[in-house]
């Protein structure tokens, strides 16, 4: 398409104007950003209206043909920025067709014309023009820190002999030398102008600051900040300071929680924090327009490292435009091009509502200052706004998980899991994570981890859930490594502390456990978790005060109070005050229900229960599994009440449970390689049959020392029931080596009453053996435990018969 003589070369195109001699897109007359190479490649295809422009000619118009590059990323790149800038889409597209190993096609009808006067928004850094060859595609006049080396530029060493001959040089090849001397220099130069140097590195931290909002519309506040952490959350490269840092820091600054970080604020924390860069943005009106402007500032300089700004024709437009700055932004800073390609989905992914981010938003900076229970409305409220939000849909699934109330988790992960598709490569990868582990499917959840850490080598989520799956299966040490990897990657989740205090505990690394808990607390990190494991390791350190101090701290707290008054409750129980664990077992069902949380309530009670079977108190054990049922029939309430039934001899009840069970959940690892063995083996012993219960009880052996969800209660039944296997079966030595294990395992047993009631059984052992001495021991260590116990308990009289035979 050849223009008139003397006129400029502007070709037209619905609301687009193509300018050729300027190097510049317009739409409207308002100027649109457009890199050099995306430009040409428009310019191509818009020349060649109608007819296929294939790869190879492409690949020619950019590169010639001495030119190693990575062509196919590269023009998958342009094409990319082209339909960006023109909101076209690669499924319905109305400008560029692609037709599949071919090439592309503009298909949009369009004409020559005059150039129209056109203002720039951009007044205060205005882009300097490309100058446009159709023979020789010339060099931008400005560095284009988008397009990294990388894309442009690969040296290509020259193979060279294994022995070289001294050269000598002769005077008449110096002018020749000095002048490809010269030549490398000013190509360097070249190329270092217009490159630049990469302003980051991936070692260094980016602080995230809040939007500046001009519109009036506060429908964009905290929504565009989390918009652009979902953006940069997809990066590898980009390290963004925590949001725990970030309140951390301003707390630490006289600043309070709901203070904005603006600019201002932004750059001190950048200092405070030891950072590089401040990531910020600002929406403004322009006309009926919005323009969206993105930016990363040096903190220590005040420089400008890099600046993208977007029009958004309205306010439903203004995620994409937010999505197509901040891909820009990355390379600028020095992400290579195939990493932004690769995690570049755009924010309406997650979600296309500015009113559902907002209140996810609040949801995360709830949970992060008030804890889980407060946060879950927002989430909620994300949800009713979007109902295809996935991320929201997870949010509920991690805070209803570590809430203990599996059901309502597993629904709103599995929710999550179908809407995948529709998010982010690191949140899809959090998505399938949080799904299988509540299935129970650890096999694939431990490949999820694998690709995670793959991608993102400096996430601690994967190293943390690794270690959750180590734990289970009783690989303490491997699990310890995970754990204190996902420490040094990230210093400041408080739940990192919890899970790592709790392997402490399980390894009887008691000083350790404790320099854990203390750090957490010294960093400002505190929760009913971390609380929860403080108390346990008070347990184990015979600590009443520090154990009333973590229940008192729980006092009115949702979420938080009712899991430590059923440890103490627990506590009671294993020193046989049995009337006083029964009523905290009251209160903790009271306090969950208060809370809405009926299925933790209904764990404390079948917890309760399976107490009271091991006791002998056989119709309070039954009376208390139909309360738990009755209040929330969830999967692990199923499992303890499929247990509690087995040991009183329901075996009828407890089959139909397993059955659902083994029918619901049959890829869950947890339950079949641990609690239903467990469960099939109790009802063995029922009937008699030792031989059956110890063969069940094989598959679990590889993790009888595991604590598997909901950790850490109920821990150790595999091996108290293949204690008891052996007692029935007259095998005295075996039936003590098992009882052992409990005694050996504090920190795993903890405060359940297994613990203690291993010392009863082991003296029953030793009486089959016929080691009299060391019978009459161990029924001293149960008594001298239980002395202050209720004096009605079943089993503690027939312990004081058996005793007293032996005297």
Avoid at 275 to 298: E, F, Q
Avoid at 373 to 380: L, R, Y
Avoid at 427 to 448: D, M, P
């Amino acid at each position: 398409m050849a223009s008139p003589a003397g006129e400029p070369s502007v070709i037209r195109f619905g609301a687009f104007e193509l300018d050729a001699a300027n190097g510049e897109l317009r739409k409207a007359g308002l100027s649109l950003k457009i890199h050099p190479q995306p430009f040409r490649v428009l310019l191509l295809l818009t020349e060649r209206s109608g007819q296929i422009v294939t790869r190879e000619e492409i690949r020619h118009c950019l590169w010639g043909n001495n030119t190693f590059v990575d062509f196919d990323g590269g023009i998958n790149f342009c094409v990319n920025q082209i339909r960006a800038a023109l909101a076209d889409d690669a499924e319905n597209p109305r400008y560029i067709e692609t037709l599949p190993r071919r090439g592309y096609r503009f298909i949009a009808s369009n004409t020559l014309a005059r150039p129209t006067k056109h203002y720039s928004p951009f007044a205060h850094a205005p882009e300097p023009r490309t100058s446009i060859s159709r023979e020789q595609p010339k060099m931008a006049a400005r560095a284009s820190p988008e397009f990294p080396s990388s894309l442009d530029i690969h040296v290509v060493p020259l193979p060279v002999p294994r022995t070289v001959e001294p050269l000598l040089i002769r005077k008449t090849s110096l002018p020749i030398i000095a002048g490809l001397s010269a030549f490398a220099i000013l190509a360097v130069g070249v190329i270092f102008n217009f490159y630049g140097s990469p302003k980051l590195t991936e070692r260094d931290t980016v602080v995230l600051a809040d939007f500046k909002n001009t519109t009036g519309d506060p429908e964009f506040d905290d929504a565009l900040r989390q918009a652009l952490a979902v953006e940069l959350g997809q990066s590898p490269f980009l390290n963004v300071l925590s949001d725990k840092k970030t309140d951390e820091t301003m707390r630490m600054m006289g600043l309070p929680a709901n203070e904005r970080a603006t600019a201002g604020v932004g750059r001190e924390l950048c200092l405070r924090t030891g950072s590089k860069a401040v990531l910020g943005g600002a929406i403004s009106c322009l006309g009926r327009h919005y323009l969206v402007d993105v930016s990363a500032v040096a903190c220590s300089s005040g420089n400008t490292l890099a600046n993208e700004q977007v029009e958004a024709a309205s306010k439903e437009d203004v995620l994409k435009a937010l999505s197509r700055a901040t891909s820009s932004l990355r390379a600028q800073l020095g992400e290579s091009l195939p990493s932004v390609q690769k995690f570049d989905a755009p924010v309406e992914a997650t979600t296309a509502s500015l009113d559902a981010l907002k209140s996810y938003s609040m949801g995360l900076k709830i949970l992060e200052v008030q804890g889980e229970v407060p946060s879950i409305p927002f989430f909620k409220r994300a949800i009713d706004l979007d109902p295809n939000f996935a991320m929201a849909y997870a949010g509920l699934a991690g805070r209803y998980s570590n809430l203990n109330q599996v059901s309502l988790a597993l629904k709103y992960a599995t929710k999550a899991y179908e809407l995948r598709d529709r998010v982010t490569e690191r949140e899809r990868l959090l998505i399938s994570a949080r799904y299988f582990r509540l299935t129970g499917a650890l096999e694939k959840q431990a490949q999820i981890f694998e690709l995670w850490m793959a991608d993102y080598p400096r996430d601690s989520s994967p190293h943390g859930s690794l270690g959750g799956n180590y734990v289970f299966m009783g690989q303490y040490e491997k699990g310890l490594a995970e754990w204190q990897e996902a420490l040094r990657l990230e210093p400041d989740i408080v739940a990192t502390y919890e899970n790592l205090g709790e392997i402490y505990l399980a390894l009887n690394r008691l000083d350790e456990a404790k320099a854990t808990f203390d750090q957490a607390l010294a960093r400002k990190l505190d929760s009913g978790g971390l609380r929860w494991m403080m108390y346990y390791l008070a347990f184990l350190r015979g600590n009443s005060a520090q154990m009333e101090e973590q229940v008192v701290w729980s006092a009115g707290k949702p979420g938080d109070e009712s899991p430590l008054l059923s440890a103490q409750s627990d506590t009671e129980a294993f020193y046989g005050r049995l009337s006083k664990a029964r009523d905290f077992t009251s209160r903790a069902v009271d306090s969950a229900i208060r809370s809405d949380d009926k299925e933790s309530a209904a764990l404390w009670q079948v917890c309760a229960a399976l107490r009271e079977t091991e006791f002998g108190e056989t119709a309070v054990a039954k009376r208390d599994v139909m309360k738990a049922l009755a209040l929330a029939p969830g999967r692990n309430v199923r499992v303890f009440a499929a247990l509690a039934l087995a040991r009183i001899g329901e075996t009828a009840r407890a089959e139909k449970l397993v059955q659902e069970l083994e029918k619901s959940d049959a890829s869950n690892t947890v339950l079949s390689l641990y609690r239903l063995p467990a469960v099939n083996a109790a009802i063995g012993l029922n009937r008699g049959d030792a031989s059956q219960a110890l063969v069940l009880l094989e598959a679990a052996a590889p993790y009888e020392l595991g604590q598997p969800s909901p950790s850490p209660l109920g821990t150790l039944y595999p091996v108290y029931l293949r204690g008891q296997a052996y007692l029935l079966a007259h095998n005295g030595a075996a039936a003590a080596a098992e009882f052992q294990k409990l005694l050996d395992h504090p920190g795993i047993a903890l405060n359940f009453p297994l613990g203690v009631l291993a010392h009863l059984q082991m003296a029953r052992a030793f009486v089959t053996t016929g080691d009299t001495a060391k019978a009459k021991g161990a029924y001293k260590d149960f008594l001298t435990l239980w002395k202050d116990a209720d004096p009605d308990i079943p089993i503690l009289k027939k312990a004081k018969a058996e005793y007293a035979k032996l005297q």
